[in-house]
């Protein structure tokens, strides 16, 4: 079982949809969780971060966390077609100087 | 505030030759992670210093990859001899060593071997 798994995609939604992005992970000592999002010949740029239960909300996205199912999401609303690129599950354990463990990816293409 | 500074950000030679890749971290981060990313492969964590020393290099794929840490602010990724099947983008990224902070990713250096 790999330690961090994302909904495999690719995942197409039409401009205005809401796109939901799924990632589950082992570690139960988990404490931090990341999504980052990476156009096509960019770097990883982080944008979104989440550490306790719950919602956390800012602007369009929205994360989502459930620790007791190992379960972490991102929402994205009206999603538009610039919202097109690979987004990144990342997860981080308690001493681990930053190190990030991170899912394999999943495309997302918003078409107009 | 500058970010992490990768260099080269291009980088193509011939099978055999020595190739050395370079980061800046961010001012203040003590942490520091090199990443591969191919298609096939995803991102890969190759090695990550703390405090200019290397924690995990269990990543790093064989000997010919090599990385140093002289001081907070250099870091060089060193392939030799370099093959083909290296051709990928490396990333470098850095953060703080605590739990709650994300790691910041430079530019990449796109690598090919040929």
């Known amino acids: 079982q790999k330690e961090v798994e994302q909904n495999s995609g690719p995942l197409s939604v039409p401009e205005g949809a809401i796109a939901s992005l799924n990632c589950t992970y082992s570690?139960?000592?988990?404490?931090?969780f990341f999504w980052y999002r990476q156009y096509s010949g960019k770097s990883p740029e982080l944008i979104m971060s989440?550490?306790?239960?719950g919602d956390k909300e800012d602007g369009r996205f929205t994360a989502q966390l459930n620790k007791a199912s190992q379960y972490v999401s991102l929402l994205i609303r009206d999603s538009q077609p610039s919202d097109s690129a690979t987004y990144l599950c990342?997860?981080?354990?308690?001493?681990?100087?930053?190190?990030?463990?991170f899912g394999q990816g999943t495309i997302l293409t918003v078409h107009p | 505030d500058a970010g992490v500074i990768q260099s080269p950000r291009h980088e193509v030679t011939e099978m055999g030759q020595e190739v050395t890749l370079r980061c800046k971290p961010i001012?203040?981060?003590?942490?520091l992670f090199w990443y591969r990313q191919t298609m096939m492969r995803g991102l890969e964590l190759l090695i990550y210093?703390?405090?200019?020393?290397?924690?995990?290099d269990s990543g790093m794929p064989e000997d010919r990859f090599s990385a140093k840490m002289p001081n907070a602010s250099f870091s060089t990724l060193k392939i030799q001899p370099s093959e083909p099947r290296d051709s990928a983008v490396y990333f470098c990224?850095?953060?703080?060593?605590?739990?709650?902070?994300?790691?910041?990713f430079g530019d990449g250096t796109r690598l090919s071997i040929l």
């Open positions: 990224a850095s953060s703080f060593d605590r739990a709650d902070q994300p790691q910041h």
């Open positions: 570690d139960r000592g988990s404490q931090s």
């Open positions: 989440i550490y306790s239960n």
């Open positions: 990342a997860v981080q354990g308690g001493t681990s100087y930053g190190k990030l463990t």
């Open positions: 001012s203040g981060h003590n942490s």
């Open positions: 210093f703390n405090n200019n020393v290397p924690i995990d």
